[in-house]
């Protein structure tokens, strides 16, 4: 009996490296050869591997993953946040074509990724590393990134106000006064979308401090 328990818990140990790869992982690291930093890198994989994300995205909820980069001042009794800045990344999946359609839009910019025959194809491009300049304010102070994610399946009302964000007609949101999904979340289709199934993801992920 013993040996049987202390071979499960063996495998267990074995089995979790490859049950974390299986996992989203988000990363934040300070770019290099600047002083002060002109910002971060971002990098982020496996943005679908929930498998409950990808059967409701092949069943018409799109995906929607908002990252949001904060840069934060250290020192004293609490840390300060200095500045931050945000994006949006959609997926969606046309059951017509069978392909899979991705775009991500940051402030102004848009940037339209393409058709992909696979998830995984769409996966292997939106988790190459992004560039995001935020840089900081002050001189001989230190500093740390802090970078937060979540990823959502949507409704088909979630996703009509999305796409009108995304084409800049909720100014508040592209201003930064309100969060872009935050509007998203009213109603009773968006609800309803919950109670069918609908999933939230939620990651956070913070660089080593450094010093301007």
Known sequence: ????????????????????????????????ANSPPAGANVAAT?????????????????AAMTFRLELWRSGGMFDDLEKSTQWTMLVSFDPYGQQYHAIRRH???QEDFGSFPS????????????????????IGTRYYYNVVLDIESLSVSDLDELQRWLRGELEPAVRGKRAPLSALRRGFGTLMSRLLGGETRHYESRSGAFRT
Do not use: C, W
Request: glycine residues 6%.
């Open 46 to 62: 496996r943005l679908l591997g929930s498998a409950k994300i990808r059967e409701l995205l092949r069943n018409g909820f799109p």
């Open 119 to 138: 998830i995984e194809a769409v996966e292997a491009k939106l988790q190459t590393t992004y560039p995001v300049p935020l840089r900081p304010d002050r």
């Open 107 to 109: 402030g102004p910019s």
């Open 1 to 32: 009996m013993h040996r049987r328990l202390e071979l499960t818990f063996l495998l267990l140990i074995l089995a979790s490296p490859l049950l974390a790869q299986r996992g989203t992982q988000l990363e934040v690291s300070v770019m290099a």
